[in-house]
C-alpha cells in the first residue's frame, strides 16, 4: 500500500492584516504535498475552513481583548498572558511531536516567535513575518503613548525580547520575505535564512472593466503611526488645490487615537479624507481598481503586500524606497519608488495623476509583474522547497 501524504502541522497566532493573509493563502497549495492540519489558539485569526484542512482550536481565554481588573494590572496583565502561551505552545508541540513529520511556525500576536518552537522535538521551519520590532526599532514603532507607561512596561519587553530570541534561535530553518527583512533577521539572531517572497491571488486581484477612474489616493495599512499614513495624507495636501484628490484610508485595526489625529490633520490641510475600516475584500478590490494611485509610504515594511494587490488590480503604485518594497516595486517599470521625502512622494503623486498614460503603463506593469513572478503558487511552491529539505 502506498504511503499517505506526510502530516504537516501549521501553527499560527496572527491577528488580521498581511500575516494571516499569507498563511491562508499558502494553506490550499501545502495541502496538496502535506496532510496539514492547522493549529491555532483561540483569538487568533480564523483560518479558511479548506477541502484536506484539518483546523485545531485550542481554547486561550488570555488571548482576548483585556478587559475590567486585568487592565488594571497592566503590565503584570500581559506578563501573565505570555506565560500561559508559553503553556500553551508547550501543549500543542506535544501533540505535534506525537502526529507531525515537520512543523511550520507562524508569528504570535504576543511575541513575533511563538514559544512553541523551543518545545519542537520534530524539524521546524519558522516563517518569520516581522520581529519585535517595538524592541529592536523603537523609534519606529512604538505600543505606548508616554514615558512613563513606556517605564512600566520595560520588564514586559525584557521578557518578550528573551522569549522571542530563545524560540527564534530553536527553529531549524528560518524563512523571511523579503530580502531586507533576511538582513534584519541575520543582524538580530545571527541567522542564515531562506527568502520566500509571498503572492497574491490574480485571479481574484485583477483590473476591472476598462473605464474612467474615480481617481482619490489609497493608502491601505493598520491605523499605526508607522504606517505612513500621516505621509501620504501631506503628500495629498502639497498638490495643488484645484487638482487635490479625494484620500482613502482603509484599515483594519487601530493605534488609540490615531484615527482622531489623522481626520484633524486632513481637516486642517484641506483634504477631503475618507476611513474605512473593517470593509470585505471586495470593497478593496474596488477601491484599488478605481484609485488614480496607490501610495506606500509605511515605515520600513517587511515586505509589503499592498503594492501587490493594487499591481495585480491594476493601480499605479508609489512606494518609499526602503524595507521590503524594493523587491516587488521597479521604478518606472510597474511603479515608482521614490525616497523618503515628502516632496518628492508628492511630486511622484503628482506625475502619476497628471499623466494618465504613464499611470496605465505603470499598472500594466504591475500586472505583468504580479501574474509572472508574484504568485500564490510560485510562493507556495518556494515554501514547499524549504519543507522538503528538512527531511534531507
Do not use: N
Given at each position: 500500500m502506498a504511503a499517505g501524504p506526510e502530516p504537516l502541522s501549521i501553527f499560527h497566532n496572527l491577528p488580521s492584516g498581511g500575516g494571516a493573509r499569507v498563511m491562508s493563502d499558502m494553506m490550499g497549495p501545502l495541502s496538496r504535498e502535506f496532510?496539514?492540519?492547522?493549529?491555532?489558539?483561540?483569538?487568533?485569526?480564523?483560518?479558511?475552513?479548506?477541502?484536506?484542512?484539518?483546523?485545531?482550536?485550542?481554547?486561550?481565554?488570555?488571548?482576548?481583548?483585556?478587559?475590567?481588573?486585568?487592565?488594571?494590572f497592566g503590565p503584570l496583565a500581559l506578563m501573565a498572558r505570555l506565560q500561559s502561551l508559553d503553556r500553551l505552545c508547550r501543549r500543542i508541540a506535544q501533540e505535534m511531536n506525537r502526529n507531525s513529520g515537520a512543523v511550520l511556525v507562524h508569528n504570535s500576536m504576543f511575541v513575533a516567535a511563538p514559544p512553541l518552537l523551543k518545545y519542537l522535538e520534530v524539524p521546524s521551519?519558522?516563517?518569520?513575518f516581522e520581529y519585535p520590532r517595538h524592541i529592536y526599532e523603537p523609534l519606529?514603532?512604538?505600543?505606548?503613548?508616554?514615558?512613563?507607561?513606556?517605564?512600566?512596561?520595560?520588564?514586559l519587553r525584557s521578557m518578550e525580547k528573551r522569549m522571542d530570541r530563545s524560540a527564534a534561535m530553536a527553529a531549524d530553518r528560518t524563512v523571511a520575505l523579503s530580502s531586507w527583512m533576511a538582513g534584519r533577521l541575520a543582524d538580530i539572531y545571527g541567522l542564515e535564512l531562506?527568502?520566500?517572497?509571498?503572492g497574491v491571488n490574480t485571479g481574484f486581484f485583477s483590473p476591472g472593466e476598462p473605464g474612467p477612474v474615480d481617481g482619490h489616493v489609497l493608502s491601505v495599512g493598520a491605523l499605526w503611526p508607522f504606517k505612513g499614513h500621516d505621509m501620504a495624507l501631506e503628500a495629498v495636501a502639497a498638490l495643488?488645490?484645484?487638482?487635490?484628490?479625494?484620500?482613502?484610508?482603509?484599515a483594519d485595526r487601530e493605534y488609540p487615537g490615531y484615527r482622531r489625529r489623522l481626520s484633524a490633520a486632513a481637516n486642517g490641510l484641506g483634504v477631503d479624507l475618507e476611513v474605512l475600516t473593517g470593509i470585505s475584500d471586495l470593497r478593496l478590490r474596488d477601491l484599488y481598481r478605481r484609485a488614480g494611485a496607490v501610495l506606500c509610504c509605511q515605515r520600513n515594511e517587511p515586505y509589503g503586500l499592498v503594492p501587490l494587490e493594487a499591481m495585480a488590480c491594476g493601480a499605479p503604485v508609489i512606494a518609499v524606497d526602503e524595507g521590503g518594497f524594493p523587491d516587488n516595486v521597479r521604478d518606472g517599470v510597474n511603479g515608482l519608488l521614490v525616497r523618503r521625502d515628502l516632496e518628492a512622494v508628492s511630486r511622484a503623486l503628482d506625475r502619476v495623476l497628471k499623466d494618465r498614460e504613464l499611470a496605465r503603463r505603470l499598472g500594466r506593469g504591475g500586472r505583468d509583474f504580479v501574474t509572472g513572478e508574484r504568485t500564490r503558487k510560485a510562493a507556495a511552491d518556494d515554501l514547499i522547497g524549504v519543507l522538503k529539505k528538512l527531511s534531507t
Open positions: 496532510a496539514v492540519t492547522v493549529h491555532f489558539p483561540e483569538g487568533s485569526r480564523e483560518p479558511p475552513d479548506l477541502p484536506g484542512v484539518t483546523l485545531r482550536r485550542w481554547p486561550f481565554r488570555a488571548g482576548g481583548r483585556m478587559r475590567g481588573a486585568a487592565r488594571l521551519v519558522y516563517f518569520c519606529v514603532v512604538r505600543r505606548t503613548v508616554g514615558w512613563f507607561r513606556h517605564f512600566l512596561l520595560a520588564g531562506s527568502i520566500v517572497r509571498p495643488p488645490a484645484d487638482r487635490k484628490p479625494r484620500m482613502v484610508v482603509v
